[in-house]
């Protein structure tokens, strides 16, 4: 493996340890080395706290160091004032000598002007090692910043026989398809993303709270389609435990432009068979994670239908989970 690529997947995987807590801010990751020896390293705080670079930096004992070392970053140090100083400045401030950065930050306010900052200041800069890892894993912030929406990741259960929920039940809550482990999984990718979003069909059927309940970690902004503002304010997802929105509109284009305007950069759409199926039309999704159980309807709501590439799957103590992504 070439060095550099050891470094950048290292960059990485300690990058992910913001996942949930960074956004709308990338979650970079970054390693300080110094005679193949890594000296620092750190990821990007909860908004509103330093950046990767800034932590790997401070993690440095010996700041006399960094003037023989080599920072690596997963993304393009940032070169203007936000809630934080530049990053490119703090590299340029402690004479790092050596920047190796996976992909370019081609958003509007840094895109390449960090870079340009660094080698005018005398860095030997070196670009796009593990490109199309680093943009998979700054995905999120691309598909905001390049495609003025949220990332939308589409996630349902079905039935063996293809159906998302029976023809009929008794009781206000979800009919269960897939098992606690699974579901607790569920929660787990909600506390990752910015926001949920729902259909009033399933508001009105499942009374769900929309929380992570199952699963330390924060509860995602709730996003519920009510044209008409009919919804009983008594319903869960109108209680205190996170904040809602509701949109007005059940068309995806001007959902996805609302959650941009509200600077939401992800998404999970949870239902029901119409909403999902709305935005599968549209092709306005990046990812589909479909649980498939055990249980038969005979008869009930039909699954969504799609296409896409599958690109991975995995049995949850018996029930199967499919990852596609939209092509």
Not at 7 to 32: D, F, H, Q, S, W
Not at 257 to 270: D, G, H
Request: aromatic share 8%; with cysteine.
């Amino acid at each position: 493996m070439k060095i550099h690529e050891k470094y950048i997947k290292r960059c990485i995987e300690i990058a992910k340890n913001g996942l949930g807590t960074t956004r709308p801010n990338p979650m970079v990751g970054a390693v300080i080395v110094c005679d193949n020896k890594i000296i620092g390293e750190g990821f990007t705080s909860a908004y509103g706290g330093n950046h990767a670079e800034v932590n790997a930096i401070n993690a440095v004992s010996d700041k006399n160091l960094l003037k023989n070392a080599t920072i690596y970053v997963t993304l393009e140090p940032c070169s203007h004032y936000g809630k934080t100083p530049p990053c490119s400045d703090l590299i340029i401030h402690h004479n790092i000598p050596n920047v190796v950065i996976g992909c370019i930050d081609d958003n509007e306010q840094v895109a390449g002007k960090g870079i340009k900052k660094l080698m005018e200041a005398g860095c030997n800069v070196t670009v796009g090692v593990l490109e199309a890892e680093c943009k998979q894993h700054h995905k999120r912030f691309f598909t905001f910043h390049n495609k003025k929406r949220p990332y939308v990741i589409l996630k349902w259960a079905q039935s063996a026989d293809g159906f998302i929920a029976p023809k009929t039940k008794n009781e206000q809550k979800p009919v269960w398809i897939t098992n606690t482990y699974s579901r607790q999984l569920v929660h787990k990718w909600r506390a990752e993303e910015q926001a949920i979003l729902v259909g009033y069909n399933t508001v009105v059927a499942d009374n769900p709270s929309l929380t992570t309940r199952d699963y330390t970690g924060k509860n995602p902004i709730r996003i519920v389609i009510d044209k008409k503002a009919s919804l009983p304010k008594d319903l869960a997802v109108f209680n205190n435990e996170a904040e809602t929105l509701v949109v007005p509109n059940n068309n995806p284009s001007t959902i996805c432009k609302t959650l941009f305007e509200a600077n939401i950069n992800s998404v999970i759409i949870e239902g029901g068979s119409k909403t999902l199926q709305a935005f599968i039309n549209e092709g306005l999704w990046d990812e589909a994670r479909v649980f498939k159980g055990h249980v038969t309807f005979s008869e009930g709501v039909e699954a969504p239908k799609f296409s896409g590439k599958l690109i991975s799957t995995e049995t949850i103590d018996g029930d199967n989970l499919e990852i596609y992504e939209n092509l």
